[in-house]
Nanobody, 128 residues
Framework: EVQLQASGGGLVQAGGSLRLSCAAS????????IAWFRQAPGKEREGVSS????????IYAHSVEGRFTISIDKAKKTVTLQMNSLEPEDTAVYYC?????????????????????WGQGTQVTVSS
């Protein structure tokens, strides 16, 4: 059974940092992508960042580029999202998601429909 366990959320002041982790398990494919999405109250869920296991390539939403960094530990199947210079607008529930059926070499995407498995959310709150 595929499982994604997200952790690391919390409360931080604007300008501060948080690190989210997503521990994946239950699959053996070596070419997959894991992404972070977020959903603020009253808003649609939006893609934040994604990383490909096969080559470590990454993609970021424009709103977080330069502030967030995604990385992967392939041996542990764990993806980390380092979030710096946090802003109140970053407040949301953050979800990690996995695409285990991506064609080899396919471009990364930040669309919900592109991800088959989802973890539970972790709350990130940034106070002003």
């Amino acid at each position: 059974e595929v499982q994604l366990q997200a952790s690391g959320g919390g409360l931080v002041q604007a300008g501060g940092s948080l690190r989210l982790s997503c521990a994946a398990s239950g699959f053996t494919v070596d070419d997959y992508a894991i992404a972070w999405f977020r959903q603020a109250p009253g808003k649609e869920r939006e893609g934040v960042s994604s990383i490909a296991s096969i080559d470590g390539s990454t993609i970021y939403a424009h709103s977080v580029e330069g502030r967030f960094t995604i990385s992967i530990d392939k041996a542990k199947k764990t993806v980390t999202l380092q979030m710096n210079s946090l802003e109140p607008e970053d407040t949301a529930v953050y979800y990690c998601a996995a695409d285990l059926s991506r064609p080899r070499g396919a471009a990364l995407i930040l669309i919900r429909q592109g991800y088959d498995y989802w973890g539970q959310g972790t709350q990130v709150t940034v106070s002003s």
